[in-house]
């Protein structure tokens, strides 16, 4: 079974820090991986995703996300917070097995940012 | 123009009551979804359709019944609602599986069962 942990609910940065959201995967073969944002009373909007090649993947609004096979991990890092940043963050795994078409999304990881 | 819109935004019903929520997507996808989104953010597939045919079907109670009538619909009906049936529900759409399973999702509708 395919699965997901994000470890932090709650995250609280000042604007300006650097952030890092931590993603746990679990899957049974080649896993593809995503980061989500999702802003309130929004739906869901893709940051990045992971399929094969480079292990650190950019993605848009200046993030990115790291690919560790060893750790099965997938953790996602900005920078400099801005407080427009502040929203939830989930991130997911999928890949082939069962064709391919089921996500499976973490619980998430809800950001704050003090100015 | 909304990728993957849904109506309504706001549901706001009493127990018993069939209620149906309507999703289209213009993005030329095969595939659609259906995920619930509980009070803590959760979120969970529910059904998958890909060219009108059902795909994924997590279990989910058949009071629940997805309908395709096109593959650029994907519209859920409700029977017999709940009120742990209170929830957002999303509707996302992707090209296909694997790496063509990019999901785009619609803005949400916030069922409230009173």
């Known amino acids: 079974a395919q699965s997901v942990t994000q470890p932090d609910i709650h995250i609280t940065v000042s604007e300006g820090a650097s952030l890092e959201l931590r993603c746990n995967y679990s899957?049974?073969?080649?896993?593809?991986l995503f980061w989500y944002v999702q802003s309130p009373g929004q739906g869901l909007q893709l940051l990045l995703k992971?399929?094969?090649?480079?292990?650190l993947v950019q993605g848009i609004k200046g993030f990115e996300a790291e690919f560790k096979r060893s750790q099965s991990s997938f953790n996602l890092r900005k920078p400099s917070v801005h407080w427009s940043d502040a929203a939830e963050y989930f991130c997911?795994?999928?890949?082939?097995?069962?064709?391919?078409?089921?996500?499976?999304f973490g619980t998430g990881t809800q950001l704050k940012v003090e100015l | 123009d909304t990728a993957v819109s849904q109506t309504p935004k706001y549901l706001v019903t009493q127990m018993g009551n069939d209620k149906s929520i309507k999703c289209e997507q213009n993005?030329?996808?095969?595939?659609m979804y259906w995920y619930k989104q509980d009070s803590k953010k959760f979120l969970k597939i529910m059904f998958s359709?890909?060219?009108?045919?059902?795909?994924i079907n997590e279990t989910v109670p058949n009071r629940f019944s997805p309908k395709s009538p096109d593959k650029a619909h994907l519209n859920l009906h409700i029977n017999s609602l709940e009120l742990g049936d209170s929830a957002v529900y999303f509707c996302a759409s992707s090209q296909g599986g694997g790496t063509k399973n990019i999901q785009y999702f619609g803005a949400g509708t916030r069922l409230s069962v009173l």
């Open positions: 997911a795994v999928g890949g082939l097995t069962g064709g391919g078409n089921k996500l499976t």
């Open positions: 899957y049974g073969a080649t896993p593809y």
């Open positions: 993005l030329g996808h095969d595939t």
């Open positions: 992971y399929f094969s090649g480079d292990t």
């Open positions: 359709y890909n060219n009108k045919e059902l795909i």
